[in-house]
């Protein structure tokens, strides 16, 4: 038995087998053929391709029944490869000339291709080797007769330990098929822990050489809550894990009698707890949890894994979809947040040394005003149906909500003049995720119409501790004494000019944290789905005054630890 810790980045405890996810390398051996052989290899190529062509369209029918159109969609830059003339008819041409086996000539081609796309410093073709990769080892392993290994085609529950994940691989995790994902590196709030968390799978992330360490078929304990993982455990430890589980159950039970009550602390002070969603898909789920509204819709994904970029139809389809599901309640949509770890391959984008310091979100939507305004006007145009708000991200001063704001009319003349409905008093929020933001949020307050902080990127900004960075992750605390001053500040500011503040950043579905946010005044938390009945329980348990005390005397300690470990005592007196 081997104990292990890494990131607990998606709560929950799970126990199964591991399947390893890896780069699988294939040796493919050369073999001399016949002038006669020519036809049959070219006929078995044909048949892998055809082969594989099918493959990826039922596992793209599956993803799009369990998860969606959207999720689907990735594969089809798959399909345009399986489509590749230049790549078919270099394969059949070295076939004729070299006369050796197809597999191994093809695969000297798969690997020139990659080769040649990874020299060229390139976002886009950066992205499309990912994909030659994916299909080249899926016709490999057709013409040599190989099985698939696929997480569509996982039986039974099982781990999944993967040196990373990458979105496409996150989305299709099927819920039925893993118990819990385990990765060598990633932090707790980089984007594929985030679609964990959607996806309500346990993971543990940054657990350095995990890979090297397990076989498939090991078994795995992981506690996505401690970042615990136990490789083999013994009967004793087996026994204990499954006794807290059946704990966890119960208290998850307790936690789920509050999820359709309101947020109201004991002496009164009513909290809105919303939910974050990736995908409009995931509105059904929020709901299931006992969600309030939505306070963060991340529109960037809709962008994610396809060649195109969305229309501006499909993005009012996406909107209003939303906003009616929500049936009046207040529906968030940050703008596109492009940049840092979320890259697309629609828009070309240098490679920059500090991409979370750089061409980012607003800045990107500021200086494409052709792509910001077309997202501007859906959204305007979606607002006609429910309760929409819309926010900008990375704001890091007046100028920026200035110039925003200028397009933003802009985006409103152009549906005036075309006579479409929209809603002119659309509430207008900031996203205070830079110190600068933060630190100047009496100005801002004046012309916002909400706040919504987001502290993933306010901690890394703040401490200086890249979020994606299992080697800093230690660095990364949510309670220290510099992010709560500014969270502090913010609110203060925001109540001072009468303007409410949410918070949609990773720390809003802390629990331990949740007090000490309760009584700072914050007036809305947006978070994972599955967290919602938690919090609102906690709420729902205390009294507003005893959260202000909490509040007040976190910010007395001079370290983070000390406030988590406070917080933590805190919670449990109240929850006892
Ligand atoms: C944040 O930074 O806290 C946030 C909610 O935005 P994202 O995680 O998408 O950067
Ligand atoms: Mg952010």
């Keep these: 038995m081997i104990q292990l810790k890494g990131i607990a980045a998606a709560s929950g405890i799970s126990i199964g087998p591991v399947y390893k996810l890896g780069p699988e390398e294939f040796m493919v051996v050369s073999s001399?053929?016949?002038?006669?052989?020519?036809?049959?290899?070219?006929?078995?190529?044909?048949?892998?391709?055809?082969k594989t062509r099918r493959e990826i369209i039922?596992?793209?029918?599956?993803?799009?029944?369990?998860?969606?159109?959207?999720?689907?969609?990735?594969?089809?830059?798959?399909?345009?490869?399986?489509?590749?003339?230049?790549?078919?008819?270099?394969?059949?041409?070295?076939?004729?000339?070299?006369?050796?086996?197809?597999?191994?000539?093809?695969?000297?081609?798969?690997?020139?291709?990659?080769?040649?796309?990874?020299?060229?410093?390139?976002?886009?073709l950066k992205e499309r080797i990912a994909d030659i990769n994916d299909v080249g080892k899926r016709i490999l392993r057709n013409l040599l007769g190989r099985e698939k290994k696929s997480l569509a085609d996982l039986k039974g529950r099982a781990v999944i330990v993967a040196h990373d994940l990458s979105p496409?691989?996150?989305?299709?995790?099927?819920?039925?098929?893993?118990?819990?994902?385990?990765?060598?590196?990633?932090?707790?709030?980089?984007?594929?822990?985030?679609?964990?968390?959607?996806?309500?799978?346990?993971?543990?992330?940054?657990?350095?050489?995990?890979?090297?360490?397990?076989?498939?078929?090991?078994?795995?304990?992981?506690d996505g809550t401690t970042g615990v993982v136990i490789i083999n455990p013994?009967?004793?430890?087996?026994?204990?894990?499954?006794?807290?589980?059946?704990?966890?159950?119960?208290?998850?039970?307790?936690?789920?009698?509050?999820?359709?009550?309101?947020?109201?602390?004991?002496?009164?002070?009513?909290?809105?707890?919303n939910s974050n969603i990736e995908f409009p898909d995931e509105v059904p789920s929020a709901k299931l949890h006992g969600t309030e509204g939505i306070g963060l819709y991340r529109t960037e994904f809709f962008y994610m894994n396809r060649k195109d970029s969305p229309t501006e139809e499909e993005h009012y389809q996406a909107y209003k979809y939303v906003a009616q599901e929500m049936n009046g309640h207040s529906v968030?949509?940050?703008?596109?947040?492009?940049?840092?770890?979320?890259?697309?391959?629609?828009?070309?984008?240098?490679?920059?040394?500090?991409?979370?310091?750089?061409?980012?979100?607003?800045?990107?939507?500021?200086?494409?005003?052709?792509i910001f305004k077309l997202q501007l006007r859906a959204i305007l145009r979606a607002s006609a149906h429910g309760n929409l708000k819309l926010m900008y991200p990375m704001i890091s001063g007046i100028e920026e909500l200035w110039q925003a704001?200028?397009?933003?009319?802009?985006?409103?003349?152009?549906?005036?003049?075309?006579?479409?409905?929209?809603?002119?008093?659309?509430?207008?929020?900031?996203?205070?995720?830079?110190p600068s933001a933060a630190m100047t949020a009496d100005i801002l307050a004046k012309e916002a119409d909400?706040?919504?902080?987001?502290?993933?990127?306010?901690?890394?900004?703040?401490?200086?501790?890249?979020?994606?960075?299992?080697?800093?992750?230690?660095?990364?605390?949510?309670?220290?004494?510099?992010?709560?001053?500014?969270?502090?500040?913010?609110?203060?500011?925001?109540?001072?000019a009468k303007i409410k503040v949410a918070m949609c950043g990773e720390m809003a579905g802390e629990p331990s944290l949740a007090l000490i946010l309760l009584g700072l005044g914050l007036d809305e938390f947006s978070m994972p789905p599955q967290v919602i009945p938690e919090l609102k329980y906690i709420i729902r348990s205390v009294e507003f005054k005893a959260a202000q005390e909490i509040a007040r005397k976190a910010l007395e300690f001079s370290t983070g630890t000390e406030i988590e470990e406070f917080a933590r005592n805190k919670l449990a007196e109240i929850l006892k």
């Excluded at 008819?89 to 597999?103: C, H, M, P």
């Excluded at 990765?183 to 822990?193: E, M, P």
């Excluded at 430890?237 to 004991?266: C, H, M, R, W």
């Design 32 to 50: 001399a053929i016949t002038w006669e052989d020519i036809p049959l290899q070219i006929q078995l190529f044909e048949e892998a391709l055809i």
């Design 58 to 124: 039922d596992l793209q029918k599956r993803i799009s029944s369990d998860m969606g159109q959207e999720e689907a969609q990735i594969f089809d830059a798959h399909l345009l490869v399986l489509e590749d003339r230049m790549l078919i008819e270099e394969v059949i041409s070295r076939l004729k000339k070299e006369q050796v086996n197809v597999a191994y000539i093809f695969s000297e081609v798969l690997k020139k291709y990659i080769s040649v796309f990874s020299k060229i410093e390139d976002e886009y």
């Design 168 to 222: 496409s691989d996150t989305v299709a995790l099927y819920k039925r098929n893993v118990a819990a994902f385990v990765t060598d590196i990633g932090g707790k709030t980089s984007h594929t822990a985030i679609m964990a968390k959607s996806l309500e799978i346990p993971a543990v992330v940054g657990l350095e050489g995990i890979t090297a360490k397990v076989a498939s078929g090991d078994i795995l304990i992981v």
């Design 234 to 273: 013994d009967e004793g430890t087996l026994k204990n894990y499954e006794q807290e589980l059946i704990k966890l159950k119960g208290t998850t039970d307790i936690f789920l009698s509050a999820k359709d009550l309101p947020a109201v602390t004991i002496d009164g002070r009513t909290v809105l707890i």
């Design 332 to 370: 968030v949509i940050r703008t596109l947040d492009l940049g840092g770890d979320k890259f697309l391959s629609q828009f070309k984008i240098p490679q920059e040394m500090q991409p979370f310091l750089g061409w980012r979100a607003i800045r990107f939507c500021l200086a494409r005003p052709d």
């Design 405 to 434: 704001n200028k397009l933003l009319n802009e985006a409103k003349d152009e549906l005036r003049q075309k006579g479409l409905d929209f809603n002119d008093k659309i509430e207008v929020g900031v996203m205070i995720e830079v």
């Design 450 to 496: 909400f706040f919504s902080i987001g502290t993933n990127d306010l901690i890394q900004y703040s401490l200086a501790v890249d979020r994606g960075n299992e080697k800093v992750a230690y660095l990364y605390e949510p309670a220290h004494p510099a992010v709560l001053r500014l969270i502090k500040n913010v609110i203060d500011s925001a109540h001072q």
